[in-house]
């Protein structure tokens, strides 16, 4: 590289200045300005370290359009908002470990960075040394055989300061975040090479941990088990000290690193020591010309232009699984964070208040009785998966809202999902923007009596005074239709609702239904909650569930022109590539699998390939190309999938291309 990288520094602690002295012996960078909260902290850290340009708030230092690097050096908190926002500014991240707080927040960052098109890498600087890629070749070359067992520690003694940053809960503080993703990056790292892969996730983990007064961890300890029955005994702290040292254990000897985090640090020592079984332990000598941060330096300019670093350097899939291992970590020894309780006012990933992005393309469609436009795409309240519940909810739903959405489905029987709703509309202030869609009366208790007490629990648990959209989750026979519509008026009058609707229902009984209404001159049902996609649903996949993607149902939708709201409207996965081939998922076999789908999955596949889109992007974009208002619930776990699922919305079909893919041709 003839001209050097051009780097800013974001913020002034002693991690900044080891960079700014690694940097300074790189091959590739130079280090030209410092941005600090303060202007006077940014002129010492220049004096110190002869940068030129040194800025009293991150922001200017943004600004500086020669900037063309940054690394973020602040608190953990403070990654994502700054890393967000350089983002944003154009400029190529390398930010401090842990990325950020959390899984949902990393998440967040990983797609501003793929939106804005810049590098991103977390700055486990060990992964970018001779050392790492020595060792991943020794145990890819099976030198010590099959891997069993892998013992990792990083820790040291603090000494209590429940104001310090180690042990500030406000600050993310405790051993886990601090340098215990050391040991869990290693551990996933050496499970994946022996598997053949740049790094693997745990299957189980499993901790203790002590936890200090402030509510941070002191010291704690995992079991770790990965695919193949690989081990990992990992522990770490911020009062107790180990010594620090990474030993993998294999089926023919073992490997020794007296510092795997730090190389710098091992001086005259080996690198490694292999011991093979039978033979007399050998050093392990491993050449470097420069400190492990110069190497860290060098490897992101090394890869600016594919957009993250090559492995064994942190590449952002690695990042995410290391960010979910720590957090299931935390969780297993009670380790949440204040301002991860579903209680808090979890704030926006860049600080700012929520807002829509101009250039959003998302259509909306009009149910009767709501004053509202209404997306077209529905996002489901449940997250599974979620492990800090409202943090995720935030991310997923604060992207979702940028990008047009306002539009959620929950329902009484998804546990606290409407809790986590209810409690994330109110810290946005944006109730009047959303439209909530509440299902309630699930069977057994599908009737009257259940409207009136599960709507009131609801209204409850989301803090608002009513839902834009009642919908019956399930049909009771049993009852003669007029008494469901009674109640459902009862609470319409209250203000409790706006409208209503059924799911799960028969066209029948909404037929039977409406004439009660129009006989009585109350309000009917205006909306069906139906099962509906491209795929045909074989067989139910819960007791009373019903689907609409007969002849008979196409024909009432388009004389009636009711909107469908199209529960698994991506038939649970079916349309992702290769889910043809997979047996795993009995629900997903029984429901999904038959000749007529797989056909439609091959066709959805070739028009993918000839749209530059992915298959279930094409079943998405189908649903919104029909002769009748169809309008997809969608239930993305990972922000990456809520992506996916919004970039359907830049794929036209024709009619003909819409006819072609569900066999009418």
Known sequence: MNERLAWGIIGTGNIARKFAAGLAESGTGKL???????????DKFGAEMKVTRCYGSYE?????????????????????????????????????????????????????????????????????????????ELIKDKAIGEVRMIKASFSFDAGFNPEGRLFKNSLGGGG???????TTSVSRLIAGAAMGQDFAEPVEVKAIGKLAETGVDEYTAALLRFPGDIIAQI????????????????????????????PDKQ????????????????????????????????????????????????????????????????????????????TSNYPTIDRRPLKRRPE????????????KPVSRLIQGATLAGAQF????????????????????????????????????????????????LAKGAHTPNCNPEAIRSQLAETLERMNTDYVDLYVLHRDNPEIPVGEFVDALNEQLNAGRLRAFGGSNWTLQRIDEANAYAKSKGLRGFTSVSNN???????????????????????????NNQMPLLAWSSLAKGFFARGAADDLSDQMLVNCWYCEDNFERLARAQKLADRKGALPVQIALAYLLHLPFPVFPLIGPEKLSELMVSLAALDIELTPDEAKWLNLED
């Open 32 to 42: 030209l300005a410092v941005g600090s909260r303060s202007q006077k902290s940014a």
């Open 60 to 136: 200017l230092l943004l600004a500086d359009p020669d900037v063309q690097a940054v690394y973020i050096s602040t608190p953990h908190p403070m990654h994502a908002e700054w890393a967000v926002k350089a983002a944003e500014a154009g400029k190529h991240i390398l930010c401090e470990k842990p990325l950020t707080i959390n899984y949902p927040d990393a998440m967040a960052v990983v797609e501003a960075a793929r939106r804005s098109d810049v590098f991103l890498m977390e700055a486990f600087m060990y992964r970018c040394h001779p050392q790492i890629a020595k060792l991943v």
């Open 176 to 182: 886990i975040l601090d340098v215990g993703c050391y």
């Open 235 to 262: 522990s770490t702290g911020v009062r107790l000290n180990q010594d620090n040292s990474l030993h993998v254990f294999g089926t023919q000897g073992n490997i020794y690193l007296p510092g795997f985090w730090n």
């Open 267 to 342: 001086g005259d020592r080996p690198a490694m020591t292999l011991t093979r079984c039978g033979q007399a332990p050998e050093d392990v000598s491993v050449e470097s010309d420069r400190g492990v941060y110069a190497y860290e330096a060098d490897v992101v300019a090394a890869n600016i232009a594919n957009r993250q670093a090559a492995p064994p350097a942190m590449t952002w899939d690695d990042t995410l699984g290391n960010m979910r291992t720590c957090d299931t970590w935390r969780l297993a020894i009670g380790l949440v964070y204040d301002i991860e309780q579903p």
């Open 360 to 371: 959003t393309k998302m259509p909306y469609g009009k149910i009767e009785g709501l004053d």
């Open 389 to 436: 519940q409202l943090p995720h909810a935030s991310i997923i739903f604060d992207e979702y809202f940028r990008n047009g959405g306002n539009c959620f489905d929950t329902a009484y029987i998804y546990g606290n999902s409407d809790y986590i709703l209810g409690r994330w509309v109110a810290n946005r202030g944006i109730r009047d923007d959303v439209v909530i």
């Open 532 to 558: 509906f996609s491209l795929a045909r649903m074989v067989a139910p996949p819960w007791e009373g569930c019903l689907s609409s993607t007969d002849a008979e149902s196409w024909k009432w939708f388009t």
